[in-house]
């Protein structure tokens, strides 16, 4: 029954989010128990100018 | 004074869209009684890549 | 389709509460015409101490 | 970099939820290949009374 | 610690963003004693069409 | 006119986390230049059981 929201900058290919997409989803089955139907996964993405980690714009920490 | 959320896919059309935060505002303002003035509501929307129900891509459920 | 969060100040009813979930389900099915059984609502509560409109803290603007 | 917020009925064990953080965050990593140090991933609760599926709430589904 | 999702209309220009995500993570480290370190805070931008206020589209207030 | 929504483990006094209410407040309406009665802010907390960090349960990091 979880409803899982992932916070992430966007750039990822569609392939990396499968697989986390799946990850995630057998990682909530396995250690809860419940059965597939009942879980959600999403992703909500923002640009690396908006996202600020430790008081430094994302898009700076990667150059 | 609830504030809410809507996580949904995107595709929708604006009409849509503005029927359903119509009908999401009425609906708070009458089983609560709070005044229209207090209520917020938006959309964060994801592509139908980006959601995971029950172990299968929303993208590829439509088919 | 869509994921409904509802953040609110806690302290509502059950029934008020219940009124709410589904007036927002029905509010949801008929604008998007979506089944049932694809809507998921719930309500993320907090303290009255804890959320600030306009400045202000809602503990006290209720005085 | 990704910051997971999963939403879930209360009333699983420290051991269940112990267990789906792991797996979630490992799953992040493996199919992302950041550093473990780069992802946060909570829980936010809510009662079985504050949760709608379908039409119906979630602390009758159960019964 | 503190994870900080800022829910916003699309459209203000980068300089301001950076402004607001330099002065939310100052504001969190002066009044909980935090490192800068463990602050993250980030933009999830929607469209004015898809927020209503007050039962009125964001849209149509700004005219 | 930006919702703010803070995650964060509990435990905080009513004093730090009025004072951080009081200081994103500010924070925004000075970046944006909008009105103090267009903004909102609110704390959603969690237990330190429940939230882990690069890889560890932040309870166990306290320690």
Chains 1, 2, 3, 4, 5, 6 share one sequence.
Do not use: C
């Not at 992932?6 to 396995?30: C, F, N, P």
């Amino acid at each position: 029954m979880p409803l899982v929201e992932i916070h992430m900058v966007e750039g990822r290919t569609e392939k990396q989010k499968k697989a986390m997409l799946d990850g995630v989803t057998e990682a909530i089955r396995d250690s809860l128990g419940v059965p597939l139907t009942s879980i959600r996964v999403w992703i909500q993405e923002f640009s690396s100018k908006d996202f600020m980690i430790a008081g430094e714009l994302y898009i700076n920490r990667k150059e």
